[in-house]
């Protein structure tokens, strides 16, 4: 017999030997270094000034710019969402004015900077003076003026909420293509008229691909409002501005804003990720783990693994 064969004459049980991955330990202690320096740098560097950041990290004025930033960023994707659809379908029409219009809209709109659309309208009142109501090309039977019709806010709002527009017009339209032609010829098959198969068959489809890039978006004009600072207007940056010029320190209070908004940019991402796996039901079999599922299996390996 060979030396590969037992006494009971089956095969000897293969020794299993684990793959070698010396580059995988390499890159490990090279980020725990990494690690371990930032964190050294942070604790024991006093230009984070970490008390002046405690400090003001719940004052009133940050908070209060917390506030603002948040519902001007819901308010600018409620507008932007708006927008997107309407121009989404204006792109997909058949008639070559009204698809023209929409991707005019969308080349002026996606094509500036948005900190110079925000300029532009924090100071429309130097380009028109007043605004009028009244017969086209004829009298006018109000007129108000400029500077009072679009104030700081409605300036913020118009700059973020048309750019943003733009944007989100290109993402559902590319949802609205996503979805096969031939639900749409069903629906019409089963009577359906064009608005009603867009409401109930298009749109609920075009979801699963419209949701990821509106959550980027969303995180996104979480941190372009701080260009509204610019406006000028009482946002989170404008308000830590305000301090920062006060107690001359630029640095900590930066970090600080930074570092709310991270936080707040943290919370939107939870809310994307389960979003996202709720419209994912109808496109596949097993749905990603919930970050909750995905502690408990970590921990149930490791308790397995001492166990053994």
């Known amino acids: 017999m060979t030396s590969d064969i037992t006494a009971q004459g089956r095969p000897e049980a293969i020794r299993a030997v684990p793959v070698r ?5 390499i890159a490990v202690a090279g980020v725990a270094v990494v690690a371990a320096m930032l964190l050294n740098m942070f604790l024991t560097q ?13 004052n009133a004025s940050v908070l209060e710019g917390i506030r603002t930033t948040l519902w001007l960023t819901a308010a600018a994707m409620a507008i932007g969402l708006a927008l997107g659809v309407i121009i989404a379908i204006m792109r997909l029409s058949t008639n070559p004015i009204v698809s023209g219009a929409a991707w005019l809209y969308v080349w002026i709109f996606r094509g500036t900077p948005v900190l110079v659309q925000l300029l532009f309208w924090a100071n429309i009142g ?6 009028g109501i009244g017969v086209p090309f004829g009298p006018e039977f109000l007129t108000y003026k400029t500077f009072d019709l679009v104030p700081s806010v409605m300036a913020a709002l118009l700059g973020l909420g048309l750019n943003e527009g733009a944007y989100m017009s ?3 339209r590319a949802g609205i293509l996503s979805v096969d032609e031939g639900q749409g ?18 749109l609920p489809q075009a979801m699963r691909v419209i949701v990821p890039p509106f959550g980027n978006e969303t995180i996104s004009m979480l941190k372009t409002t ?5 406006v000028p207007f ?22 600080m804003a930074s570092l ?16 996202e796996r709720h419209y994912a039901k109808g496109a596949t079999r097993n749905l990603p783990p919930t970050p909750v599922q995905k502690l408990r299996r970590v921990l149930s390996n490791l308790s397995g693994r001492r166990l053994a």
Do not use: C, D, H
């Not at 991955?21 to 330990?25: D, F, L, Q, S, V």
């Open 21 to 25: 991955r010396p580059g995988r330990w």
């Open 46 to 58: 006093p230009n984070f000034n970490w008390s002046e950041q405690g400090k003001y990290a719940f």
């Open 126 to 131: 130097a380009l028109l003076p007043t605004i």
């Open 170 to 172: 290109e993402i559902v």
């Open 185 to 202: 010829e069903a629906a019409t098959a089963l009577g359906l008229t064009q608005m009603q198969t867009l409401r109930r068959i298009v």
């Open 226 to 230: 701080s260009l509204v600072a610019y």
């Open 234 to 255: 009482y946002e989170l940056l404008f308000n830590v501005q305000n301090i920062y010029t006060r107690t001359y320190q630029v640095m900590p209070m930066l970090i």
């Open 260 to 275: 709310w908004y991270l936080f707040m940019s943290s919370i939107l991402t939870v809310g994307q990720y389960y979003i």
